[in-house]
């Protein structure tokens, strides 16, 4: 195992404590990934991300095998899609988190712009995300359609689901992660209420200067 491999999967366990400990993740939901030269890192089946232990971490080789560590989650799929698409990815968040997943369930959420520009941190961070048709967990197919998106989303919303989000490195994702939910908390409490979005002037601006994702 190389000096890099060990310092990503003490990472992986401490951003992951962090996130359960905090409440954006309950019980075994949710999984996290991290790219490797050789493969990708990722959170075991039926483990709290609370509990994580850095040796149990499960690693895909690049041809999808599973080489060291526990079994890996059902949806490996779903980083292995982003990772295909998305050769700026670096890491992948999965989670169950309250307020995004309430916004998956609601059937008024706009499903090619699931998360609008209310504050410039979710354009900056997040981007536009798009909400995916609800197929059971473990699903394959669920992969196949964030392939189809063919890398234009650092972020989807799964229906009835939850949020999953990519990012050039894994702090990143994880912060991505926590700026989707807290904005899915801000839409939610301001429903029925007349909200002042960013203009798509002030979007374009911060694309400009801050790049897009």
Known sequence: MTDNERAARDQMVDLCRSLFERGFSVGTA????VRLPDGMLMTPTNVRL????????????QEGQHV????????????????????????????HSTWATALSCLTD???????????????????RV???????????R???????????????????????VSGKDLMSAVAAA????ETAKLLVALRGMNMRLLSPAAVDELKTSFGTL
């Open 109 to 127: 959420t706009d499903p090619d712009d699931c998360i609008p520009p209310l504050t410039p941190y979710v354009v900056m961070r997040v981007g």
């Open 142 to 164: 669920t992969g196949d359609m964030i392939r189809a998106l063919n890398g234009e989303h650092a972020a989807v919303l799964l229906a009835n689901h939850g949020p999953v």
């Open 178 to 181: 926590e700026e989707l939910e």
């Open 50 to 61: 609370g509990d994580l232990q850095a040796d149990r971490i499960a690693k895909i080789d």
């Open 68 to 95: 060291r560590g526990d079994k890996p989650t059902k949806e490996v799929f779903l980083h292995q899609a982003f990772y295909a698409t998305r050769p700026q990815a670096g890491a992948v968040v999965h989670l």
């Open 30 to 33: 949710g999984n996290v990934s």
């Open 130 to 140: 798009v909400m995916l048709p609800y197929v059971r967990p473990g699903d394959p």
